[in-house]
């Protein structure tokens, strides 16, 4: 079961499909994988403070990832994304909000599925894998570059 929670109004007001968008990402993301996430869809203020509560980092940022403990199968975690950053991250990069709230949440699940980024062969891996997952949702390579497109 995958449950979104909007928080911040903005969201719909900006998608109205927002909680279909996060839906459909995630299981995608999630693939065979059974399991329940929950997304809560906020504000910039509230993912900073879990941030700085979290992770000691005291910014807001588009995507916090919260896996759950292995003792509370069947959840698998919980995502919270902020939509002041998540809208104008996609603004200056150039996609729709609905592309990159699907990126955002494949990258999520996929951290809450193990997945990491921390060393580089990880992160090229995780990378393909969100890439092919959102080339079957009729999602661009969100890590094409200008250049690639030349």
């Not at 759950?68 to 996609?90: F, I, K, N, T, Y």
């Amino acid at each position: 079961m995958i449950e979104v929670e909007i928080e911040d109004e903005a969201w719909t007001a900006a998608l109205p499909s927002a909680a279909a968008v996060v839906e459909r990402a995630a299981a995608a993301a999630l693939g065979t994988t059974e399991g329940d996430i929950a997304v809560l869809l906020t504000d910039a203020a509230a993912v900073q403070a879990l941030n700085a509560r979290f992770r000691s980092r005291d910014r807001a940022t588009n995507v916090l990832s919260f896996p759950a403990a292995e003792s509370a199968a069947p959840h698998l975690g919980d995502l919270v994304l902020a939509h002041g950053v998540c809208a104008a991250e996609a603004v200056a990069q150039g996609k729709t909000l609905a592309d990159h709230l699907s990126h955002l949440t494949v990258h999520g699940v996929l951290h809450l599925l193990g997945r990491d980024h921390e060393i580089e062969a990880e992160a090229e891996a995780m990378e393909a894998e969100e890439r092919a997952i959102l080339a079957s949702l009729g999602v661009a390579d969100p890590y094409r570059t200008d250049a690639a497109d030349a």
